[in-house]
């Protein structure tokens, strides 16, 4: 990674904690689903740094990523937002739940993420799609992802990069998919990051 790199950063002392205490189940990884989009600012860019980011993050390796789409905002007035860049990146990691929750917000920090309306637009979010089976209806984080198994620009990276894969609680993607409208001019834009 060059020095100018917007994500170079420490590493919160929690997670530091986290990955020490969890020194002896390095052997025993997680799976873990994450979703990162961007719809301000150099997506494709932004896209790349946050998958770098994930890659520097102790005690967890990034096994597989998506190709990238451009999707239309979902949840808000059409027109209103700038389109989105998806993908879906494939983890496994050491880190609990909430710590790798933490290292997404850390990320999307490092990007000058400002939460100022919900689903407003955004320089970077990172969602947990799925941790292992679990299941967790916790507000702080909810797993799977609460809106995971009705989004195409979700579900549709997801396949491709495991075709196999199941929603915890809702079934296998490839199913999910015939449900959702895949209207969402998902453009896939033909780069591969990682
Ligand atoms: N939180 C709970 N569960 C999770 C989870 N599984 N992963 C909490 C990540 N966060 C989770 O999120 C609000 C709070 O949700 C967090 O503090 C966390 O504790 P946020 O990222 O601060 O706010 P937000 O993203 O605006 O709200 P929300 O409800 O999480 O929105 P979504 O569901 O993330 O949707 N359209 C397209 N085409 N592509 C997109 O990527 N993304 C969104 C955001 C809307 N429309 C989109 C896209
Ligand atoms: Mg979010």
Same mark, same amino acid.
Not at 32 to 53: F, H, M, W, Y
Not at 155 to 172: F, S, T, Y
Not at 174 to 193: M, N, P, Q, W, Y
């Given at each position: 990674?060059?020095?100018?790199?917007?994500?170079?950063?420490?590493?919160?002392?929690?997670?530091?904690?986290?990955?020490?205490?969890?020194?002896?189940?390095?052997?025993?990884?997680?799976?873990?689903?994450?979703?990162?989009?961007?719809?301000?600012?150099?997506?494709?860019?932004?896209?790349?740094?946050?998958?770098?980011?994930?890659?520097?993050?102790?005690?967890?390796?990034?096994?597989?990523?998506?190709?990238?789409?451009?999707?239309?905002?979902?949840?808000?007035?059409?027109?209103?937002?700038?389109?989105?860049?998806?993908?879906?990146?494939?983890?496994?990691?050491?880190?609990? @739940?909430?710590?790798? !929750?933490?290292?997404?917000? /850390?990320? =999307?920090? $490092? %990007?000058?993420? *400002?939460?100022?309306?919900?689903?407003?637009?955004?320089?970077?979010?990172?969602?947990?799609?799925?941790?292992?089976?679990?299941?967790?209806?916790? @507000?702080?984080?909810? !797993?799977?992802?609460?809106? /995971?198994? =009705?989004? $195409? %620009?979700?579900? *549709?990276?997801?396949?491709?990069?495991?075709?196999?894969?199941?929603?915890?609680?809702?079934?296998?993607?490839?199913?999910?998919?015939?449900?959702?409208?895949?209207?969402?001019?998902?453009?896939?834009?033909?780069?591969?990051?990682?």
């Amino acid at each position: 990674m060059s020095s100018s790199d917007p994500t170079v950063q420490p590493v919160p002392a929690s997670v530091v904690e986290q990955v020490d205490a969890a020194d002896v189940t390095l052997s025993n990884p997680k799976r873990a689903v994450i979703s990162i989009g961007s719809n301000l600012g150099n997506r494709l860019e932004t896209l790349q740094g946050a998958i770098d980011a994930l890659e520097d993050t102790p005690g967890l390796r990034v096994k597989a990523v998506s190709p990238v789409y451009e999707t239309e905002p979902w949840g808000v007035e059409p027109g209103s937002q700038p389109s989105y860049f998806n993908a879906v990146v494939l983890v496994k990691t050491t880190l609990p @739940p909430d710590s790798l !929750l933490e290292r997404g917000h /850390a990320i =999307e920090e $490092a %990007f000058e993420r *400002v939460r100022d309306e919900r689903w407003g637009p955004r320089t970077l979010d990172v969602d947990i799609v799925a941790y292992q089976d679990v299941v967790s209806d916790d @507000p702080l984080l909810t !797993l799977p992802h609460p809106r /995971a198994h =009705e989004r $195409a %620009f979700v579900l *549709v990276p997801w396949h491709d990069v495991d075709p196999e894969a199941e929603v915890p609680g809702r079934g296998p993607v490839v199913d999910l998919l015939a449900g959702v409208d895949r209207e969402l001019s998902l453009i896939h834009i033909g780069r591969r990051l990682g």
